[in-house]
């Protein structure tokens, strides 16, 4: 299936609730602490760089749900998922040499969505991860429609 357009990204985006100009600046403290607080837990520290603050001030929240059955979503709020969710993605940003930092998870699955320093955006599945694309619509096309590429080629 194609990548979706632009206008189609914000249609998705603009139902979930959504509009240009978007700042949840006053809840993005509490959202990022959820994360970084159970990362360094864990021993794996993650800072929230300017990519990541900037990408959950304006998607932070939302929730997009992915055609198909069986039902699934995708949520733009920061999120530790598993046990060892820090120590997985400590090492795939190790392999990718740059810092990651967690800003939302697709449901079903249990995956958590990652960006990196350059605004690029990873999905740490439980078949290992993958590159969802170079800018927030990009991934959020390849979330909500696919087709999402193995992470390998992007390694350092």
């Known amino acids: 299936m194609p990548r979706m357009r632009a206008d189609e990204v914000e249609a998705a985006l603009t139902a979930a609730g959504w509009s240009p100009g978007r700042d949840i ?21 993650v800072e929230p760089f300017e990519a990541a603050q900037d990408f959950v001030r304006e998607f932070g929240g939302l929730r997009l749900p992915i055609p198909g059955t069986p039902p699934d979503a995708v949520g733009f709020t920061p999120q530790w998922i ?9 090492e795939l940003a190790e392999d990718l040499g740059r810092r ?23 999905l740490m599945h439980h078949t290992g991860p993958y590159f969802l694309g170079a800018s927030a619509y990009e991934a959020i096309s ?15």
């Open 142 to 156: 390849a979330l909500l429609r696919g087709p999402q590429e193995e992470a390998g080629r992007h390694f350092a």
């Open 100 to 122: 990651l930092f967690p800003v939302g998870y697709e449901e079903f699955d249990a995956s958590m969505i990652l960006i990196d320093e350059t605004g690029h955006f990873f």
């Open 25 to 45: 600046g006053a809840e993005l403290p509490e959202l990022l602490r959820v994360v970084t607080e159970r990362f360094a837990d864990e021993g794996h520290p």
């Open 82 to 90: 598993y046990e060892e969710s820090a120590e997985d993605v400590a």
